[in-house]
């Protein structure tokens, strides 16, 4: 579900009793909902986010003559045409508009190939955007982070952002879980709280929101809000460390789903990384599984752990999993995704956590073979 479609269908809610007996209104949603391509290209199923749809295809695939095809929501019309040819050497622009004519969405249609960037220094930043009304300007939520490979390949960066945003859509940027901090070790950085999510939070059973981030997308799920997060992308290498910095300071009290105190217990942070396959079962993997999957291949996790006010060098070795290897076809044929998970709060995928924990990192590196 959208967040634009979680929005509307919250405050309807409030509603429903008075509109029960009024027409049935056109629809509002100017969502894609599915993209299909050629046979045989991808290396994954389509990645569709709010504003982006990104196709992983394998490297002979010829990018400059492409005819993606769209589902978009009921009535909704999408420019250009769905199944037109286009050269998506570069990004393409889409522009959804809904049954009711009165909501427009552009969305950016990138073919990729699996060229990840690999170091990552938390400069380039932009802000999640949200039109209210046609023709008016859009309103600045969140920070994004993104990265460029040298190919000019953009890599968005997934945080839970999007679902404090349902219950805290009205604070700044920097009030966000996830956000960009000028006190780097070199420039900027990123800075995750872990932060309250008030009366609505905790009605979901999630009264706090971890600061977080990672290699891969959200997408919110009511039914499993741990399932929110999709972990992944494509990576055609042999992963050997990941280096960084990182400051971390827990926050005082320690509370459950529930939130209820846990006394005694003290919060801590987490950091890794794995490489896991790819299969028609498994597309990524998410907050219930990051750790525990039978597909992950090998893992970098941090063990030494501390609260410190300067900043402080981590190397991770990358460990294969009992009874794992690498597979070089697999490797080869992108089989294999790779991601990059950090949160301020070790448990805040469960929702246990200590409200004002704070993890910050930078100049982080992932070394390869």
């Not at 046979?39 to 492409?66: A, C, F, H």
């Not at 040298?150 to 879980?177: H, K």
């Not at 995928?349 to 409200?355: D, H, K, L, P």
């Amino acid at each position: 579900m959208k967040l634009k479609g979680i929005m509307l269908f919250m405050t309807a809610g409030l509603f429903c009793l008075n509109s029960c007996i009024k027409d049935e209104a056109l629809n509002t949603e100017a969502d894609i909902t599915s993209c299909v391509v050629d046979d045989g290209i991808l290396l994954r199923n389509p990645i569709i986010t709010n504003e982006n749809v990104t196709l992983y295809v394998k490297d002979s695939v010829d990018i400059t003559r492409q005819n993606p095809k769209f589902t978009v929501t009921e009535g909704a019309t999408i420019s250009p045409e769905s199944g037109t040819t286009l050269n998506f050497s570069t990004p393409q622009k889409y522009t959804v508009t809904s049954q009711d004519g009165n909501w427009k969405k552009t969305y950016t249609i990138e073919y990729a190939y699996s060229n990840l960037e690999t170091e990552y220094h938390f400069e380039n930043m932009k802000y999640y955007e949200y039109t209210e009304e046609e023709g008016t300007n859009p309103k600045q939520f969140f920070h994004i982070f993104y990265d460029k490979s040298v190919e000019g390949q953009t890599l968005d960066w997934g945080s839970g952002n999007a679902g404090f945003m349902i219950t805290n859509s009205n604070v700044p940027a920097t009030d966000y879980p996830t956000f960009q901090d000028n006190d780097g070790y070199i420039g900027k950085c990123v800075k995750m709280i872990t932060r309250s999510t008030g009366a609505l939070g905790a009605m979901f059973g999630a009264p706090i929101a971890a600061g977080n981030l990672f290699i891969g997308t959200f997408e919110i799920d009511m039914t499993n809000m741990a399932k929110s997060t999709h972990f992944g992308v494509p990576f055609k290498h042999e992963p050997t460390e990941l280096v960084g910095y990182y400051k971390y300071k827990a926050g005082d009290k320690f509370t459950d789903a529930k939130g209820n105190e846990i006394t005694g217990k003290k919060d801590s942070f987490d950091l890794y990384a794995v490489l896991f396959e790819v299969t028609d079962d498994v597309q990524y993997l998410d907050g219930t599984n990051s750790l525990t999957s039978p597909n992950i291949i090998s893992m970098a996790r941090i063990s030494d752990k501390k609260e410190t006010d300067t900043w402080t060098r981590f190397a991770l070795p990358f460990i294969m999993k009992d009874g794992k290897s690498i597979d070089r076809d697999k490797l080869n044929n992108g089989k294999y995704n790779i991601a990059i998970i950090m949160s301020s709060s070790t448990e805040g995928a469960t929702f246990y956590g200590a409200v004002g924990s704070t993890l910050c990192v930078d100049e982080m590196q992932l070394f390869y073979k």
